[in-house]
Structures are given as structure tokens and as C-alpha cells.
């Protein structure tokens, strides 16, 4: 019997592979704990882990800051939203060791984030806490992968549903109206709108782009990707001129073709970081409403689509990596209902033309 009684000391002893394994469990007080404990022994034994010092692990909190955040730096081209996106977590579950936190805690953490507001009193996406909750999984898969004796409490936590996609573009009247306010101390700001609308870039590629990436003779402007300056997918892709953003950027040319950087701060000479408080302000003077810049690059993307140009077109244009991300942006417009109503309307007229042609041919002569 592997599991006997000496005195008031329940203890084990067992065999395992020609080896015995034998000692006292003082904390057992009636048999079936005993076993347990005797179970728990045995799979120590299989496991190799017998007679070891477990290690400890270490807080949530310590593993964050010291090993995850530094590993983030190295390795992701968008660590700066993991700083952002640990200090929640931090504050909610930082005190406890990782062995400790179970997939209860977590789902705690969910309800609670969700139910939360935002520094602006607004309801807080269900994408916000599911990037949480993927970056807390992330920190526990680098933490087994360095050797830490814990399971990743995530894995058995659901994420929340996400229907966060937005419809939102530009019509021509609403693109008139943004255009008429972009003048005196707003005037720098229409040179981005324009080549937002017709090159799709994003904001961050059109602040950091360099005359030096603008090839008037090819008619290209290169999106780049560098140590300095890095696109979103990390890949680097050209994009063809149109009349009007060539236009646009020959203008800039003759103001500040002698500087590095097309768009770039009047007083610091260093390349614009943000523009926010200026496009906000100029939307809501033009009566826009729910309206973000990067929604003129959704505006592009909407109106390449509505001219018939293909997805895998939209997609080399804008710098995706998968089909489904373009087709987010490929909205139908109103105006491309219409034509393609009529296009079906047409091809019933041309049908319907041909019809007393087919039934005057099969008429049976009379007898």
C-alpha cells in the first residue's frame, strides 16, 4: 500500500522505474488527502520535476516592466502601444505572482475594463480590452517560453465580440465644405487633406515622407520603410501620381523643395509629429460630423472601389498585407448602387428587344 499511517504522520511509498520514493506528508489529516498528495508526488516523479526547487514566479507587475516591455522595444514595430496598454493591466492584477492569476481574475478584469469609461466619460470599446487581454497573453507565452513552470490563464478566456468597423468617407459636397475651411492659419493643413484623399497614405507616412521619396520624373511617390521612418506592415511600396496630387505636390516643391522633409514644423525645422487639434477643428467648422483623418484614406480606398479598380489593386495602393483588410475599406457608394441598379435595368432592356424578335421567329403559320 503506497499511502500508510506511522503514528499520527500520514506517509507514501511507491516504486517507479526500479527507484523508491519514500517520505511523510505532515500536512495530510485524513487519508484521502494523503492521496492526493500521494498523486500529486507520483507526478512529480514522472515529470522530473522531484526533489526540485520549484522557481518562483515572479509578479505581474515585475515580469511586465522588466522582461516584456524591454522584449516589446526590441521586437514589435508598435511597442509604443503596449506601454499604454500594460498600465491597466498593471494597476489591476500587477501585485500578484503569474502562477496566481487564473482565468476568473481575468474574466474580473474584462467585465470591469469594459464597464469602465474613458478619460472622455465614453463607453470603452470592446477592442480596447481585447488588445489588454492579447497583450496579458503575450507576457505569459514569453514567460513559459523562458522557462517559467506556469500555464497561460488566458487561453481559456473568451475575447469580446467586435463590430467596430467604420463606414465613414467623404462625399464630394462634404470634401468641398472640409477644403473651403482649410485656409489662413489652417491653409498648411490642405496639402495633406488633398494627397490624403488621392494617395491613400496614412497620416503618419505623409508626416514623415521626404522629398527624396518623391520621383516627379516617374510620377512615384515611395512609401518607405526604415529605421526611421517605418510604414505600418513594415514594407516599403510606391505609389503612382494622379494630376491632382502631382499638382499639389509640385506646389510644395517650389515652397520647400530646399527642406528634407515635404511637411515639416515652421519653428523646430523638424518634420510635423501631429495635426489633431487643427483637422478637428477645421471638421467641425465644416459641419463633419464622427469625422477622423484617417477616414480620408478610407475615402480613397472607397472611391478607387466605386471607379471599379479591383481589390488587389486597392491593396498594393495602400499597403496591405491581406485581401480582408481592403475590403474593410470598400464601402459601395450611393452613386455606385444607382449605376449598377441601372447597369441591371439595361441589360433587361436589351433582353427585352430581343424577345418579340425570338417569338416571331417560333410563330406557327396558320392552317
Known sequence: ?????????????????????????????????????????????????????RIRA????????????PWSKVNKRTWVHDE???????????????????????????????????ARGGE????????????????FSLAIDQGLSISNPCRRVKRFREDNERNRYLSDQEE????????????????????????????????????????????????????????????????????????ELLGL???????EYVFFNDKTKKPRTDLKNGFGTA?????????????LRHTAATRLANAGTNTREIMAILGHRCIQTSARYTHATDEGLRRAMEALAQRQTRTDTKVPTIAKQRQVPAA
Not at 515572479?58 to 516591455?69: H, W, Y
Not at 480590452?129 to 497573453?137: A, C, G, Q
Open 1 to 53: 500500500m503506497s499511502v500508510f499511517k506511522r503514528g499520527s504522520k500520514w506517509c507514501y511509498d511507491f516504486w517507479v522505474n526500479g527507484k523508491r520514493y519514500r517520505g511523510s506528508i505532515p500536512e495530510a489529516r485524513v487519508k484521502a488527502q494523503a492521496e492526493r498528495a500521494e498523486h500529486a508526488i507520483r507526478d512529480q516523479v514522472y515529470e522530473g520535476t522531484y526533489g526540485k526547487q
Open 58 to 69: 515572479p509578479l505581474l507587475r515585475d515580469f511586465i516592466t522588466d522582461t516584456f516591455l
Open 84 to 118: 499604454f496598454r500594460s498600465r491597466p493591466l498593471i494597476k489591476a492584477l500587477g501585485n500578484k505572482p503569474m502562477d496566481e492569476i487564473s482565468p476568473i481574475l481575468i474574466e474580473k478584469y474584462k467585465r470591469d475594463r469594459r464597464a469602465s469609461k474613458t
Open 124 to 139: 470603452r470599446a470592446p477592442s480596447t480590452v481585447n488588445r489588454e487581454l492579447e497583450l496579458l497573453s503575450k507576457a
Open 176 to 247: 468641398a465644405r472640409l477644403l473651403s475651411v482649410l485656409t489662413g492659419p489652417r491653409a498648411e493643413l490642405r496639402p495633406l487633406v488633398v494627397l490624403a484623399i488621392h494617395t491613400g497614405m496614412r497620416r503618419g507616412e505623409l508626416l514623415s515622407l521626404r522629398w527624396a521619396n518623391v520621383d516627379f520624373e516617374r510620377g512615384l511617390i515611395h512609401v518607405m520603410n526604415s529605421q526611421r521612418e517605418q510604414t505600418k506592415t513594415g514594407h516599403s511600396r510606391s505609389i503612382p501620381m494622379n494630376q491632382i496630387a502631382r499638382r
Open 253 to 259: 516643391h517650389r515652397e520647400t523643395g530646399h527642406t
Open 283 to 295: 471638421c467641425v467648422i465644416a459641419g463633419l460630423d464622427d469625422f477622423r483623418f484617417h477616414d
